[in-house]
């Protein structure tokens, strides 16, 4: 439409088409694929090798029951007689499939005296952690390398944001618990230590030594504490070993 006086489009008009071109805009830059429920789904062309993503099968809605949305266990104390000396219950979809498309999780997290949930990290999902008994001191680390950190009483919430490190370490002479609940019906837990030092197969001494600047027996003496049955043998893996396989 021409504006026969001035040879201009119409300022109506032209607001019209501003406005449609940063609504087209803004649709785009908020445009995302569905955030993965697992840590990675391979492509295949067979349809009848593939499996289910972002979530379960759907029971049958005619057979489906109230005690589908139940989970009655949340009061059965985890076992906190281990190494850190806590235990996290998550009863997410692979434990309570009525959360199955839900997006949301729980977790009991038991500590004994001065227990630890060791430093770990949700890959998707936000954590809401709430102090029922005791006192902790619990913090979470940024991708820039700063530590948030404090101490948690009794009724105190914090919020550990997702794929961030985290923990809590209870400050008390007597047991403590927590409850914790996540934005994703899988958030899934990596263990920091673990992921390094407990991998299968095992990761290169080559890099762990110049990764942490330390020689072979530092290396081997931790991979001890979080992996026994993995230190007593040689894999026989090596840079040259891997590098003869790969041409």
């Known amino acids: 439409m021409v504006n026969t006086k001035g040879g201009n489009i119409p300022k109506l008009a032209m607001t019209t088409f501003c406005m449609a071109v940063f609504a087209m805009m803004f649709y785009v830059a908020n445009a995302s694929d569905p955030t993965p429920l697992q840590d990675f789904c391979v492509g ?3 349809p ?11 029971k049958n809605p005619n057979d489906v029951t109230i005690n589908d949305f139940l989970y009655k266990r949340f009061n059965v104390p985890g076992d906190t007689n281990n190494a850190q000396g806590a235990n ?3 009863v997410d979809i692979n434990l309570f499939l009525g959360v ?13 005296p001065y227990g630890l949930n060791t430093p770990h990290l949700h890959p998707r999902g936000s954590e809401i952690f709430a102090v029922v008994e005791g006192t902790m001191y619990a913090g979470f680390v940024t991708s820039g390398y700063k530590l948030y950190d404090t101490i948690l009483k009794k009724g105190d919430v914090i919020v550990f944001p997702q794929g961030l490190i985290h923990f809590q370490l209870n400050l008390g002479r007597t047991e ?22 407990a991998t299968t197969p095992r990761i290169l001494n ?21 992996s026994p049955e993995n230190i007593s043998f040689n894999t026989g893996r090596s840079i040259l070993k891997l590098l003869s396989q790969t041409f």
């Open 206 to 226: 080559d890099v762990l030594t110049k990764g942490f600047q330390v020689d072979e027996v530092v290396i081997e003496q931790l991979r001890s504490q979080f």
């Open 44 to 46: 295949v062309n067979d």
């Open 100 to 112: 199955n498309t839900q997006g949301v999780a729980m977790a009991r997290v038991d500590f004994a």
């Open 88 to 90: 996290a219950t998550l």
């Open 48 to 58: 009848n090798s593939a499996v289910v993503v972002n979530g379960r099968l759907c």
């Open 176 to 197: 403590a618990l927590a409850y914790a609940s996540f934005g994703s019906q899988n958030p899934g837990r990596v263990n920091v230590a673990d992921s390094v030092f």
